[in-house]
């Protein structure tokens, strides 16, 4: 985060070797306005409840979604040639599978990823780790109702395509080079009735083996990419 110019209000460092190893770390920190402190090892584990803090913890401000007017301003003044891509998960609860799937939209460029008020993982410290910095660089827009955010989607002219295991096509059969927005369900369920209803068509991933469905993120990760891979060849 501190090389896109963000500022955690405190760092705490492992005492001993890891101040001299952080030394650079810790004075773009401290020219940032950070507090450094150190502390024991214990104290570090403690804090990050066994996951691997290679000496190093930093306390960030939490991270707000962006408001839905923001977005709806965004699009009608778009400032780039390249169509929106926009992706929207629609139930997405768990943590890990929120920040996987901001990854992969990081990754693949995406402008905007809009996640309902209601049925949604929260925007945590497991959404930032997982999501490896994309959390903090990608926008997410808050709605209140998706299916009535979609729509206004329509009306701005971005077209909307929904994954469902039922569907006829392919993902990679569908034109995604135009202003698009991707739709992913919650695992298990899918889509809601109003949200998928509010697709102007439905696509699938084939599945050629025993299994009948992947993962959300990595699902999110695939369709993504086939966007990616069309609009560079286009």
Same mark, same amino acid.
């Given at each position: 985060?501190? !090389?896109?110019?963000?500022?955690?209000?405190?760092?705490?460092?492992?005492?001993?070797?890891?101040?001299?190893?952080?030394?650079?770390?810790?004075?773009l920190?401290?020219?940032?306005?950070?507090?450094?402190?150190?502390?024991?090892?214990?104290?570090?584990d403690?804090?990050?409840? /066994?996951?691997?803090?290679?000496?190093?913890?930093?306390?960030?401000?939490?991270?707000?979604?962006?408001?839905?007017?923001?977005? *709806?301003?965004?699009?009608?003044?778009?400032? @780039?040639?390249?169509?929106?891509l926009?992706?929207?998960?629609?139930?997405?609860? !768990?943590?890990?599978?929120?920040?996987?799937?901001?990854?992969?939209?990081?990754?693949?460029?995406?402008? /905007?990823?809009?996640?309902?008020? !209601?049925?949604?993982?929260?925007?945590?410290?497991?959404?930032?780790?997982? $999501?490896?910095?994309?959390?903090?660089?990608?926008?997410?827009?808050?709605?209140?109702?998706?299916?009535?955010?979609?729509?206004?989607?329509?009306?701005?002219?971005? *077209?909307?395509?929904?994954?469902?295991?039922?569907?006829?096509?392919?993902?990679?059969? $569908?034109?995604?080079?135009?202003?698009?927005?991707?739709? @992913?369900?919650?695992?298990?369920?899918? @889509?809601?009735?109003?949200?998928?209803?509010?697709?102007?068509?439905?696509?699938?991933?084939? @599945?050629?083996?025993?299994?009948?469905?992947?993962?959300? &993120?990595?699902?999110?990760?695939?369709c993504?990419?086939?966007?990616?891979?069309?609009?560079? &060849?286009?």
């Open positions: 985060m501190l !090389d896109r110019g963000e500022s955690p209000r405190e760092l705490w460092l492992q005492e001993g070797e890891a101040g001299r190893r952080l030394h650079d770390l810790i004075e920190a401290r020219q940032r306005g950070a507090r450094v402190k150190a502390v024991p090892r214990d104290e570090l403690r804090l990050s409840q /066994g996951a691997s803090h290679q000496g190093v913890v930093a306390f960030c401000p939490p991270l707000a979604p962006e408001s839905e007017e923001s977005l *709806w301003h965004k699009l009608k003044a778009w400032p @780039m040639e390249t169509p929106p926009l992706l929207i998960l629609d139930g997405v609860t !768990d943590v890990h599978n929120l920040g996987a799937c901001l990854r992969s939209a990081d990754a693949a460029g995406v402008h /905007g990823v809009l996640v309902p008020k !209601d049925k949604s993982a929260p925007l945590n410290a497991t959404v930032r780790k997982v $999501a490896c910095g994309a959390a903090e660089s990608v926008p997410v827009y808050q709605v209140t109702n998706l299916a009535r955010a979609m729509a206004r989607l329509k009306e701005e002219g971005v *077209w909307i395509t929904g994954t469902a295991g039922e569907a006829e096509g392919s993902v990679f059969e $569908a034109d995604l080079r135009g202003p698009t927005a991707l739709v @992913m369900g919650a695992e298990g369920k899918g @889509m809601r009735r109003l949200t998928r209803e509010a697709c102007d068509t439905l696509v699938k991933l084939p @599945m050629a083996g025993a299994v009948s469905s992947l993962n959300v &993120s990595v699902a999110t990760g695939i993504l990419f086939e966007a990616v891979r069309q609009r560079s &060849s286009s």
